[in-house]
């Protein structure tokens, strides 16, 4: 129900393509670290002026507008591991509902589980994170904790429950 549903996206900074992704196109990236415009980054690098960030302190979100109010079953988000180059795992996405665009407005569904960057086993690759849920709204927020400087996505899914 997110394809091709509009986003905004957290903070006041472009870094990472925000302005050529679209993460609700239906097409997710190849399943490799080969970063390019169809990524998105969530960017936390303490050391730069926070008004250039997209993810102040390190958290981020994305918004969608559903359009309408939907009974969802399922939430899942492409995201990217190369701990070579210093692009982790998050330390966790938060699956968020409302009906308003309020952010304070959202309330917790569900966390999404990652993979170890810091593990041999995942540290270079792309995969689908996903919960299932059982909730209603018309707004899904998608939480996401940067674990370092960036947090690669280039896709997110939501289904309904029918």
Not at 21 to 43: K, Q, S, V
Request: glycine content about 10%; some cysteine.
């Amino acid at each position: 129900v997110a394809a091709g549903r509009p986003y905004t996206i957290s903070g006041s900074g472009t870094p990472g393509a925000q302005d050529a992704t679209n993460l609700t196109d239906g097409i997710a990236g190849e399943d490799t670290h080969a970063y390019d415009a169809t990524w998105f980054g969530f960017y936390a690098n303490p050391g730069m002026d926070p008004s250039v960030l997209n993810s102040p302190e390190g958290k981020g979100y994305v918004i969608i507008d559903l359009g309408e109010k939907k009974d969802l079953s399922q939430v899942r988000i492409h995201c990217g591991n190369n701990e070579p180059s210093g692009v982790h795992s998050p330390a966790w996405f938060d699956v968020k509902v409302s009906d308003s665009t309020d952010v304070d407005s959202f309330e917790y569904v569900a966390e999404v589980p990652v993979k170890d960057s810091t593990t041999a086993e995942y540290a270079d690759m792309a995969y689908w994170a996903e919960v299932d849920v059982n909730t209603s709204g018309r707004y899904v927020m998608i939480s996401v904790q940067v674990n370092g400087t960036w947090c690669w996505i280039n896709e997110i899914e939501i289904y309904d429950a029918q």
